[in-house]
């Protein structure tokens, strides 16, 4: 089997859908399929012999982000030497428009993933007017899919609202033993010269759309008797960094991008996790601090409420409400058994959710696809080659 990927976003990019492809594209690769992937330039480009990149410049907005400007010539004469079974989409925009042409062009099947309700975003860009074009474009460019694969239940229940067809879950694993409170250490402390005895963690894009605003009231309003206790992390960066940094307390640490096993001592060195946002499709960080053992503080909205186990590994709270999360913040620090029997049971969660488990779904569809298009394809060939024998025959 023969895939092409074509997306708007891939490493060395740090976010969600660019690391979760560098996994989907590691494991094809574990499995003898040859993949092809088709994504904007980068200053730093890596994984050159797999990659075809497209020319770009950075998104005014994500300045982070590149905007591919393709050329459907070069791309439909790359895809033709390739020979793909099967072309994967995973971004609706430029280059996700570039592949879906290009395929349907050269009659090649095609599955897409969808890893962001974008819809949410526009309202925090201040772009509502753009929402009633959204969700009809989204049903258009994916009418033609054999598979739309989506990372939550809820995500596939919103889809299906919307109209779209042929859902299928594929669902996001988690690295046990990079994350895991086994690197718990007071080396965090030390570096950043921490002296509260609990430590908040916050990991993500620090942006409008991870509701940064509710995030910095509760770092605001921390009550008294919590406030001289505590220390935040928040690890991450984005155009809201300096705004941030502003208004955080002094109780505050900013600790910019952290990768690999840096980002699994902050996990495992923290005592709770806060997620506030309500925009979220799955939620990869969420995922990654159950692992690490953390208790976790999240909105009532999107694909986290499946992640964190209301009541058993963390709580859920009502979205975009200060008042909600203070609540929370609060009975953590009055029940500190219950909270840590959370953890606990986080890991436990945590430790089912392998990422060989995860892309054996996806795969196993995908081989599906592949095998009945070539079914297909054998069976017209054998009718043509029938109808002509009936021809010379006659």
């Known amino acids: 089997m023969r895939i092409a990927v074509f ?31 088709f994504v904007p330039t980068e200053p730093d480009p890596s994984y050159e012999d797999e990659v075809y990149r497209l020319a770009s410049i950075p998104l005014l907005l994500y300045p982070e982000y590149r905007f591919a400007i393709p050329n459907l010539l070069r791309i439909r004469h790359q895809l033709s030497r390739f020979k793909p079974d099967l072309v994967h989409i995973a971004t609706p925009f430029n280059v996700g428009l570039a592949g879906l042409s290009a395929a349907q062009k050269l009659g090649i099947p095609v599955v897409a993933s969808y890893h962001t309700h974008f819809d949410r975003y526009l309202d ?63 080396r965090i402390r030390e570096i950043y010269g921490i002296k509260e005895r609990y430590l908040f963690l916050f990991v ?23 406030r001289g206790q505590v220390h935040w992390l928040i690890v991450g960066d984005g155009p809201m960094m300096e705004q941030a ?38 939620g990869n960080v969420v995922l990654e601090a159950s692992a690490s053992g953390l208790p976790a503080i999240v909105a009532d909205s999107g694909g986290v409420t499946e992640i964190v186990q209301h009541g058993k590994t963390g709580m859920h709270v009502q979205a975009r409400n200060a008042e909600s999360f203070l609540a ?42 592949t095998e009945t298009e070539h079914n297909q394809l054998a069976a017209a060939r054998q009718t043509m080659a029938s109808i002509r024998e009936e021809g010379e025959t006659a």
């Not at 993500?204 to 919590?226: N, S, V, Y």
């Not at 900013?254 to 506030?276: N, R, W």
């Not at 029997?341 to 569809?365: K, N």
Request: glycine letters at 4%; proline letters at 6%; charged letters at 25%.
């Open 245 to 282: 940094r502003q208004e955080a307390p002094q109780n505050a640490t900013f600790a910019g991008y952290q990768s690999g096993e840096a980002l699994a001592e902050f996990y495992a060195s923290s005592d709770l996790f806060v997620f506030p946002s309500s925009t979220e499709t799955f």
């Open 124 to 186: 925090s860009y201040r772009f509502p007017f753009a929402r009633a074009c959204y969700w009809p474009y989204i049903k258009w460019f994916h009418r033609s899919c054999r598979a739309i694969f989506a990372p939550s239940l809820e995500t596939i229940n919103r889809l299906e609202e919307k109209g779209l067809p042929n859902l299928a879950l594929w669902t996001r694993g988690v690295d046990c033993d990079l994350f895991t409170p086994a690197k718990r250490s007071d």
């Open 7 to 37: 997306s708007d976003t891939f490493v060395p990019q740090i976010n969600g859908v660019a690391l979760t492809l560098k996994r989907w594209t590691d494991y094809l690769s574990d499995r003898g399929v040859e993949c092809k992937l």
């Open 204 to 226: 993500g894009r620090l942006a409008p759309e991870k509701d940064m605003d509710i995030l910095l009231q509760l770092m605001q309003r921390l009550p008294d008797e919590i």
């Open 328 to 369: 929370a913040l609060t009975d953590w620090i009055d029940h500190p058994d219950k909270w840590q029997e959370f953890g606990v049971r986080a890991r436990a969660y945590a430790l089912s959710r392998t990422w060989d488990q995860a892309m054996e779904s996806i795969y196993t569809r995908c081989l599906q696809i």
